[in-house]
């Protein structure tokens, strides 16, 4: 296989006159029936057009890519060049292209279910059964890449920040006996002890309050949590949170080190920085708002009308 030596979203005018190699799958085919054949190349990191010119390829290859289709696989080898019919301001490799010297296909694509971008043949996206029934080409859509990666970003900055305040990341055991903690666990038989069974963790509650005791004054983890419990609009049989335990600390410190968090999340994350975050009482937010978790955005506060009910 051609191995690659750039991404599809990497090249720019500077590399005019490189030859390079890129691996991707075909995102949409323009065949022109004068020895010209156009590829837009995708993979995760962007697209860029390929061009097949008969002129300067045997006729096997120019056969092989004028029947290339959507979601097809291949590597080419070729030299860049700035782009003939002029820049494509929608790529952010619209000033080049590549002509291809060499091709390989890599793997033939049967008909798709539907085509891996955030709009679908005909302006409307798939529906969720059909892409969830095909996941690994809904995953191919940008909106979807762009989740994942951003989901890797956030747990990059996370990782970072808790390591730079003395924070050791712990994974704690995902098989464990049953600890409730409110809420139903999910139970897994054990094949090795007939009638006997693990449950999965609601948190590691129990784990973390051990490891302070063992002297690791700060644990961070981002962790699965599992609960058999019916699904409410911010909790789901199985989710990730960050979890993380202080020795030696007051409520302020707690609240200091948290606000940083999220200071530095938005910083990383969108560029945005965060004025002081507000600070209530529990006291006064339930009597204004009857919620120890307030939305601040709204004046929908709670008033007292005891005198005119009365």
């Known amino acids: 296989m051609l191995r690659r030596t750039h991404t599809c979203g990497e090249l720019r005018d500077s590399h005019v006159g490189q030859t390079v190699r890129l691996n991707g799958w075909v995102n949409s085919y323009r065949g022109h029936g004068t020895g010209l054949v156009f590829i ?15 002129e300067d390829l045997g006729k096997e290859i120019l056969d092989t890519a004028d029947h290339l289709r959507n979601e097809d696989v291949i590597a080419i080898e070729g030299s860049v060049r700035i782009r003939a019919g002029g820049e494509n301001p929608k790529l952010i490799t619209g000033k080049i ?17 539907f085509l891996p971008d955030d709009t679908g043949s005909g302006g409307k996206l798939a529906n969720e059964e059909l892409r969830l029934t095909y996941r690994y080409v809904d995953l191919r859509r940008p909106t979807m890449q762009k989740a994942l990666a951003t989901r890797h970003k956030l747990y990059q900055a ?22 409730p903690e409110g809420a139903r666990e999910f139970l897994v038989p054990s094949r090795h002890m007939p009638g006997n069974w693990f449950a999965l963790p609601q948190s590691p509650q129990l784990f973390k ?17 599992f609960r058999d419990e019916d699904p409410r609009a911010d909790r789901q049989a199985e989710f990730t949170q960050i979890d993380l335990e202080m020795s030696f600390v007051r409520r302020e410190h707690v609240i200091e080190m948290m606000e940083g968090f999220v200071r ?10 965060v004025p002081p975050i507000q600070k ?3 006291r006064e937010a339930m009597e204004r708002f009857g919620i120890d978790r307030p939305d601040t955005r709204y004046a929908l506060e709670i008033t007292d009308i005891s005198e005119t009910a009365a």
């Open 40 to 54: 837009d190349l995708r993979d995760r990191f962007g697209i860029t057009q390929v061009v097949f010119d008969g």
């Open 97 to 113: 292209e590549v002509v291809v010297t060499k091709f390989e296909l890599l793997n033939k694509t049967a008909n798709p279910p």
């Open 158 to 179: 996370t990782r970072r920040y808790f390591d730079e305040n003395g924070f050791l990341e712990i994974e704690t055991p995902i098989l464990y006996k049953s600890t």
């Open 209 to 225: 309050q051990i490891l302070m005791v063992a002297g690791c004054d700060r644990y961070m983890q981002i962790c699965r949590c």
């Open 264 to 273: 530095r999340l938005w910083k990383e994350m969108c560029g945005y920085d």
């Open 280 to 282: 209530m009482p529990y």
